[in-house]
């Protein structure tokens, strides 16, 4: 069965950076998307970014133009993609999660539409 798993995590200060990976294992690359979602205490869990295995992506407006995300393209067991995380602010705080779904065609934005999912990982950002 597919899982994922995230790493790179952490706690940084306002203005810093950080990259999140999500290892995708047992995975059908093609026509998949990978997506991070984000939720903190007390909130609904919400879409952060998409990328398809064409490399298209997608951002929420709140992350625009600061989060990116890219993959790794070689043909390796784990297919690995990045959340890289610029300029980060405190109400990036969060647990994030990596999704996957396989056989769609525009990666959508629905927590609901993802079918795995990662255990998820831990960002704090300190003003």
């Known amino acids: 069965h597919v899982q994922l798993v995230e790493s790179g995590g952490g706690s940084v200060q306002a203005g810093g950076s950080l990259r999140l990976s999500c290892a995708a294992s047992?995975?059908?690359?093609?026509?998949?998307?990978v997506a991070w979602f984000r939720q903190a205490p007390g909130t609904e869990r919400e879409f952060v970014a998409f990328i398809g295995t064409d490399g298209a992506t997608g951002y929420a407006d709140s992350v625009q133009g600061r989060f990116t995300m890219s993959k790794n393209n070689d043909e390796t067991i784990l297919y690995l993609t990045y959340l890289h995380m610029n300029s980060l602010k405190p109400e990036d705080t969060a647990m994030y999660y990596c999704?996957?779904?396989?056989?769609?065609?525009?990666?959508?934005?629905?927590?609901?539409?993802?079918?795995?999912w990662g255990q998820g990982t831990q960002v704090t950002v300190s003003s």
């Open positions: 999704a996957a779904l396989m056989g769609s065609g525009t990666c959508p934005t629905k927590t609901d539409e993802y079918r795995y």
């Open positions: 047992n995975y059908a690359r093609s026509g998949s998307c």
